[in-house]
């Protein structure tokens, strides 16, 4: 397992770290964690807040591993008295005495922040079980922006930040080059965009060969924990999934230039192609009140990297969100004629419909075009 330049209690950050808020069992809680701890996995977010069953089944898992692991839980932002109550019942499901890591959860604004810093907050409250021993470093957890994360890491307390960190969304890499600059660790959550980029992509791998990149899901890990002071934190619900993703995170990283590279390398071959939709948006708002953009994003993934993820997700999204039903479109003609491209917007969506809904049970697309608005 490649290490990052970050420690955290002692213990080195390694490129891969679990979040055990997806454990679905006890039984899954010991396995999982045996194929992290065996495949250098260091750090355990357990987010007791979302999953706090699971915290019993992580201490049960830690049994004779505990020393091996930075041991993370988090919580909101309640009164110092609270955090003090939710640190203590954290330690007695988890069956420990101190927990390495305790996250402020749940930041998204300055006043989130800004309140919790408030006297008698879950400042105080954190740093009083830190000061008792309690709890080692403490941390902040959300989706914040990047001038933001800067001044959580000036806030002088902060050791460990949490944030949305991935191929698809690099809009915080400032602040968390600015993080790991100042020695702070930082986990990347959902850095598979919650689970879009786990996939396979034979486009990717014969494009990026040179590189070793086998598939989407080994691009986006690597390129994440490729940055320095960065660990992958990812969700796992079986051994396997685990043992596979410490597998291709103990292939060496990039330099943080190369990774880059890898990344806008990426990003050109999705928009490779002339029916590449930019997401602008002028083509809305489609009369059948589809999420063109969203639409036209998904068959790009599918038709240009032929990622299986794009088609799960279709699927998903069609089945729950009127949005997505591709075959609600009555054939107007107007988003064809207002987008700046040409994209020819509903022979994407007949193809959509073709290529990623097979078996859904949609009706058969509109053949005509409506008379009074006329062709694409
Ligand atoms: S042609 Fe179809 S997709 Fe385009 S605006 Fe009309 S209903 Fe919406
Ligand atoms: S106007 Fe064209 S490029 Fe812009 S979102 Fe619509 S289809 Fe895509």
Not at 186 to 200: D, N, Q, R, T
């Amino acid at each position: 397992m490649n290490l990052t330049s970050c420690r955290v209690a002692g213990k080195p950050l390694a490129a891969l770290s679990l979040s055990c808020a997806r454990l679905p069992s006890r039984q899954a809680a010991e396995e999982v964690i045996a194929a992290a701890v065996a495949g250098g996995v260091r750090y355990l977010d357990t987010t007791p807040g979302r999953h706090e069953a699971g915290e019993a089944w992580v201490g049960a898992a830690l049994a004779g591993c505990r020393e091996r692991v930075i041991l993370a839980a988090r919580g909101p932002a309640d009164g110092a008295d609270a955090v003090r109550a939710r640190i203590e019942a954290s330690l007695a499901r988890l069956a420990v005495a101190r927990l390495d890591v305790y996250q402020l959860g749940g930041v998204r604004t300055a006043e989130d922040f800004d309140r919790a810093q408030e006297p008698g907050g879950w400042l105080e409250g954190a740093q009083r079980a830190r000061d008792e021993g309690l709890v080692r470093h403490l941390g902040v957890s959300g989706d914040a922006e990047a001038p933001e994360l800067r001044r959580w890491v000036r806030s002088g307390w902060v050791d460990v930040i949490t944030v949305p960190f991935h191929l698809l969304d690099v809009s915080r890499l400032r602040g968390i080059r600015f993080a790991a600059e100042q020695g702070v660790a930082v986990l990347a959550a959902h850095p598979l965009a919650s689970g879009f980029l786990a996939s396979s992509s034979a486009v990717l791998a014969r494009d990026m060969a040179e590189f070793g990149v086998v598939s989407a899901t080994d691009l986006a890990l690597r390129y994440v924990s490729s940055h320095a002071g960065v660990s992958a934190l990812c969700g796992a619900s079986r051994a396997p999934e685990m043992a596979e993703s410490a597998a291709l995170l103990s292939r060496p990283l990039w330099p943080e230039a190369l990774a880059e590279t890898l990344r806008r390398r990426f990003d050109a071959l999705l928009q490779s192609g002339d029916e590449y939709c930019t997401g602008c948006g002028y083509c809305t708002p489609c009369t059948a009140a589809l999420d063109l953009p969203g639409l036209l994003r998904l068959r790009q993934f599918q038709a240009v990297l032929g990622m299986e993820s794009a088609r799960r997700e279709f699927r998903t999204k069609f089945a729950s969100d009127v949005h997505y039903q591709a075959d609600l479109c009555h054939n107007c003609g107007l988003c064809g004629r207002r987008c700046p491209r040409q994209i020819p917007v509903r022979s994407l969506l007949a193809e959509i419909m073709a290529t990623m809904g097979q078996g859904l049970g949609w009706a058969t697309p509109h053949a005509g075009q409506c008379p009074t608005v006329g062709a694409e």
